[in-house]
């Protein structure tokens, strides 16, 4: 399922390799941002587990994760503050005051 719009040019390799959740060049899906708090959550969950079993390696790789997942949270919130209505005024004339 896809989460957003991958900004790589078109045929150029990706080295992340279906996880777009690390990569700078994905713009999340405002509509997705209910799947990417679930993923946001399933990532938790994960590191817990990788803690208690003592699997170091599969910690380090999921915070990189949880981290990319965060950031295209903010990345959401700072869209949907730039598309909200700004008070600009009325502009007047010289000859209005």
């Given at each position: 399922?896809?989460?957003?719009?991958c900004?790589?040019?078109?045929?150029?390799?990706?080295?992340?390799?279906?996880?777009?959740?690390?990569?700078?060049?994905?713009r999340?899906?405002?509509?997705?941002?209910?799947?990417?708090?679930?993923?946001?959550?399933?990532?938790?969950?994960?590191?817990?587990?990788?803690?208690?079993?003592?699997?170091l390696?599969?910690v380090?790789?999921?915070?990189?994760?949880?981290?990319?997942?965060?950031?295209?949270?903010?990345?959401?919130?700072?869209?949907?503050?730039?598309?909200?209505?700004?008070?600009?005024?009325?502009?007047?004339?010289?000859?209005?005051?």
């Amino acid at each position: 399922m896809s989460i957003g719009t991958c900004g790589r040019a078109f045929s150029t390799p990706c080295i992340h390799e279906h996880a777009c959740v690390r990569c700078a060049l994905l713009r999340p899906d405002p509509v997705q941002r209910a799947r990417i708090e679930e993923i946001c959550d399933n990532l938790i969950a994960r590191i817990a587990e990788a803690e208690r079993e003592g699997w170091l390696g599969e910690v380090e790789g999921l915070q990189v994760s949880l981290a990319g997942v965060e950031e295209k949270l903010r990345q959401l919130d700072r869209g949907h503050r730039r598309h909200t209505a700004v008070d600009l005024g009325i502009p007047t004339t010289r000859g209005d005051r």
